[in-house]
């Protein structure tokens, strides 16, 4: 009764025998609390080999570049060719006083700020019921998934060029608006700027989310689904009372990412509006990271805009985790 | 997280890789790597110099190649030095970024060169003056230029009535006038359309030819302060700002090429420009000043590129001869022939003469490669240009607030970063 109580392989349990003999993972010693002291490398060494090369690359790519770069953030430091001796002193806070004593790099926070507030909702609401509408469709059920999933996959250089004969003046859009267009127009307007970026990212990223989301349907037990009819309830209320907490592990991921990749912000105002414009009303941190680390010869400050973002991100992240992760 | 921290990081990552030239770089000789741009009629300069030089050199071979494909060749090549890869030779190596190479330790001093300055001097005459360091030092070779001036699109001058062979755009009146009958007739949504884009080096296709028109070639930073908060400076601004509020320029960047595709009546464009519209019935004057002067007392901006020998060369001595060789008469010859580029060279038209006769196209350039103004010198060039190009966006393209202030506050702010190490 024990056994099969208790999961195989819990600590303080007796392993199953098969046929009066010990299991061969028995024979080689049943994993626990004991054997795994035994075995420094754990009850699955090959695991460890096959992760290797992304720990690894994890650590130079990401661990390492991060690691240097909040280091860059204390010093005066600009780039220089191997060999060349020259002083980095440690400059305390000063980097991350240049960066916020300009007023430039705190309009990007506020943008980036104006970006997320649009674009993570949105992103949201529209993969989840986009994804849920997706997965009752029977008929071109496959085009639809790649009609949604093109953008994503697709070059944002490219992409650009189509939304900026969109949204120019005389585009499309201000030529169905007629007089309601707005002037000035979407992309040269200090107002609309970022909300038309938001809208274009929110736009392109949607069929990732979309396939997170389908992912996470599956999961949803039918039941619940057969129940919610059962108890007479409507197809809102049982979006409402059985997909949207169903799939709440993969909102939690969605807010995640989107928060992450938003707070990345380069292509879309470097390309859509000219390098941040109007005046620098699209203009994101990392775009001015960009300004200042690689064309102005200014990393340490570059750094400095750089960990002040990741700080941003993660303090957003605990709280959208904190507040809309699972609680059990 | 990616982007963010490690766009940085990545490139501080390749500061730990790699390796520099030795301790006998200076007098080393063989074999050479060089970059050179990647249009078209310049690499077909690039390989036949390449060609010539290896034919008669068996010993120290060079080896060409495009410059790697990045945002832009600054980029590359900054992270080249970085990185300790760089090749012997660039030439594509911008003027703006020259200072912050030389600060990265990334680039050789010309002038320690036995020769060195006596022989830019001695080829490029005055001009050479400009590319100099704050210490009077050469780390770049000055090598061509292509000075800017005004193209105009004739059918379109003479479809909205204008005199189409002697266009009045000599002053900012004439050219406002003109401009506004442009746009009346219909015959352009813009009179002229100069990237209306917050990138830093957009102001030397606005602002700078014609303020170093206006000041007969004042640098827009001289000894260390802002020269341009002045009356010549205001009045660019105030003919800019005019431009664009009246609707004469557009605050919307082009899609392709607005001269080419007749969204613009009129373009500011150097001497590629001759072959690249040659679908197009062009005319060119200089650019215009307050009071009008005559082509050959105008000054505009240089848009030059020039060559670096970069400190990660093991055989600069080599380096140095092939630096000599690409930049003779014979080459600058080829180069004009085979780019319309015009060589940083004194007494170009007299070189050249039988080029110039022959394509008299490109005789107003070779007349205005005399007199070009540089960006200023030093470690914080683009930052510079960025700060006044974001006063420059604000308070002219987008009409937020007073012109003069605007120039005033940013000439402040520029003093103080070009007088930062």
Sequence with gaps: MTAIATPPGTPGSPAPETGGKRSRRDSRGAPGGTNRRGRPLGRNPIGLLFSAPYLVFVGLIFAYPLGYSVWISFHDFFFTAPGAEVDRPFVGLDNFATALGDSAVRQSFVNVGVFLIINVPLTVVLSMVLATALNKVVRFRTF????????????SVAIVAVWIFLFNGSGLVNQVLGPLAPDPSWLISSVWAMPTIALFVTWKGLGFYILLYLAA???????????????????IRTFFSVTVPGVRPATVLVLLLATVTGANLFTEPYLLTGGGGPNGASASPVLIMYQKGLQQGQPDVAAAIGVILVVLVLIIAYLQNRFAGERD | MSTAVFAVGILALSACSGGGGGGDSADGRGDITIWYSNNESEVAWGKQMVEAWNADNPDEQISGQEIPAGTSSEEVI??????????????????????????????????SMDDGADYIEERSGDLAEQYQNTEGAYFQMPWKSNPVVIFYNKDMFTAAGLDAENPALSTYDDFLATSRTLVESGVAPNAILPAPTSEFFQTQFDFYPLYAAATGGTQIVEDGEATFADEAGYEVAEFWATMYEEGLSGREQAQGDAFADEDAAMAIVGPWAVSVYDSVNWGSVPVPTSEGISAEETWTFSDAKNVGLYSACDNQATAWDVLKFSTSEEQDGQLVELTGQMPLRENLQETYADYFEANPAYTAFGDQASRTVEVPPGPNTVQMLQAFRDAWSESVIFGEGDVRESLDAVATEVTEIAQQP
């Design chain 1, 144 to 155: 639809l998934r790649v009609s949604f999933y093109l953008p994503y996959v697709a070059a």
């Design chain 2, 78 to 111: 900054g992270a080249a030095i970085t990185a300790g890869n760089a090749p012997c030779l660039i030439y594509n190596t911008a003027p703006a970024a020259v200072g912050q190479f030389e600060k990265q330790g990334g680039l050789v001093d010309l002038s």
């Design chain 1, 217 to 235: 349907l599956q999961a949803v037990p039918k039941e619940l689904y057969e129940s919610a009819s059962t108890d007479g309830a409507g197809a």
